[in-house]
């Protein structure tokens, strides 16, 4: 299935057509089900004009809640939401964008996937910057799901993801989401993040010099113990 990208009329009445369908049951069943479904969604909410990007994204939030599986396995959807704050500036849509990252962060195949995104910590400081007191609260949870995976806390650490966490503390004044960046921050800088983080670049001094890097012992790492 192909969307015209020439006339903004007609993308927008397809868009809305999705969204009609996906209003009932059994038509989201049947949306699920067909890969094509999600590639002209993808394509739609990559548009510039802003009510054909809120029809696509609202089916797409909507097909979520039918099948999450559906979404995640659309690689190009990812890209696609990471990139709104550059096709829009409308908040609402940032929210939408934000909701259905929400999913791959939840997943931990899509939250990998999230992590190793180009754009992404770019995209969350602008969502964070926004002063939308509810998408903050939502990037609040994507950053929280994030840490609490704790392989991927050292590969957060070198694509700065520190920018993030600093952003949503200086921007927000919501509490949920100062608890939700708290326990994050807590993560991020807990003693098996601090560890991965310094073997990580061991491992790529010992290769950038061409020595072999030491034998590594966990069972031997002592772990920071609770007051």
């Known amino acids: 299935m192909s969307v015209c990208v020439g ?35 993808v394509q739609l909410s990559r548009s510039k004009h802003q009510e054909t990007q809120r029809l696509a994204l609202q089916t797409v939030e909507l097909l979520a809640l039918e099948n999450s599986t559906y979404i ?10 990471l990139g709104i704050p550059d096709t829009s500036s409308d908040v609402k849509i940032w929210l939408l964008a934000a909701k259905i ?5 939840e997943d931990s195949e899509g939250c990998r996937g999230l992590v190793h995104a180009q754009g ?3 995209a969350f400081v602008q969502f964070g910057s926004s002063g939308d007191a509810t998408l903050q609260v939502v990037l609040s949870k994507i ?11 050292s590969t957060l650490a070198n694509i ?3 920018d993030v ?13 100062w608890r939700n960046i708290d326990q994050a921050t807590l993560l991020f800088n807990s003693p098996v993040g601090q560890a991965m983080s310094r073997f990580q670049s061991a491992r790529s ?23």
């Open 7 to 41: 006339d903004i009329d007609v993308m927008c009445a397809v868009a809305g057509i999705f969204l009609d369908l996906s209003m009932t049951p059994v038509s989201r069943a049947a949306m699920v089900t067909t890969p094509a479904v999600a590639s002209a969604l």
């Open 72 to 81: 995640l396995t659309e690689r190009s959807l990812l890209n696609s939401l």
């Open 101 to 105: 990252l929400m999913y791959f962060a």
């Open 120 to 122: 992404m910590v770019d």
């Open 143 to 153: 950053v929280l799901s994030m840490m609490e995976a704790k392989e991927h806390r």
């Open 160 to 162: 700065g993801f520190q």
């Open 165 to 177: 966490l600093s952003t949503l503390r200086t921007q927000t004044s919501d509490q949920e989401a």
């Open 205 to 227: 001094l010992n290769s950038d010099t061409g020595e072999s890097a030491p034998p590594q012992h966990p069972h031997r790492v002592k772990f920071a113990t609770p007051d």
